[in-house]
């Protein structure tokens, strides 16, 4: 079993729709969790982040992490064709960022 | 400001054959990092830095290896190339024990 797993799409949907996008992981001591966004043949950068359970909110984004059942997901809220991409989820037991384990990433279509 | 600027952008090589990749950051980051990107994989860290002149190895390390000479540059060099070392390597910095990194536009490589 990997340690982070996420569906790999490709996720189509139509523009102003809400979009859930979630991980799910094996390793208990993960703590610090992100969201990564990564435009076509670009590198990936930092979306949201949160740390331990909650939701945290940023504009149309919203996280949520319950660590009780170790999924954590990403919101979008009426979504754009820009933002079109692929959504990789990232965590680690602590912010040491050689300990960061990525999950594979969902590819994620919104059409006008 | 560039950021992470990594060259070269593509390559292709043979079967044995060696080459460097450089990566650059200009926001004086003490860390850095070299992950490659694999479909149905996710980022998975080759090497890492923690400052000028130190070097660690990451969860794939073998057939690789790397060079911080300068806190600005982080090397990653394949001393004699293989087919399974074909993959999408992206260069990330870091402040220290920052959950954020900021990655490069990657480098395409294919071995043949």
């Known amino acids: 079993q990997k340690e982070v797993e996420q569906d790999p799409g490709p996720l189509s949907v139509p523009e102003g729709a809400i979009v859930s996008l979630n991980c799910t992981y094996s390793n208990s001591a993960f703590q610090y969790f992100m969201w990564y966004r990564q435009y076509s043949r670009k590198g990936p950068e930092l979306l949201m982040y949160t740390y331990s359970s909650g939701n945290k909110e940023d504009g149309r984004f919203t996280a949520q992490v319950d660590k009780s059942s170790k999924y954590i997901s990403l919101f979008i809220r009426d979504s754009q064709p820009s933002d079109s991409a692929t959504y990789l989820c990232a965590m680690s037991r602590d912010n040491y960022g050689q300990n960061f384990v990525f999950g594979p990433g969902t590819r994620l279509s919104v059409l006008p | 400001n560039a950021g992470v600027t990594q060259t070269p952008k593509f390559r292709v090589l043979k079967t044995g054959q060696s080459m460097t990749l450089l990566c650059a950051q200009d926001m004086n980051h003490e860390y850095m990092y070299w992950y490659r990107q694999d479909p149905g994989m996710g980022l998975r860290l080759i090497h890492y830095?923690?400052?000028?002149?130190?070097?660690a190895k990451g969860e794939v390390p073998d057939g690789y290896n790397v060079s911080r000479l300068k806190k600005q540059n982080f090397l990653l060099g394949l001393e004699s190339a293989a087919p399974s070392q074909t993959s999408v390597y992206f260069c990330a910095s870091s402040e220290v024990n920052s959950y954020e990194q900021y990655f490069g536009p990657g480098t395409r490589l294919t071995v043949t």
């Open positions: 830095s923690v400052g000028e002149g130190t070097t």
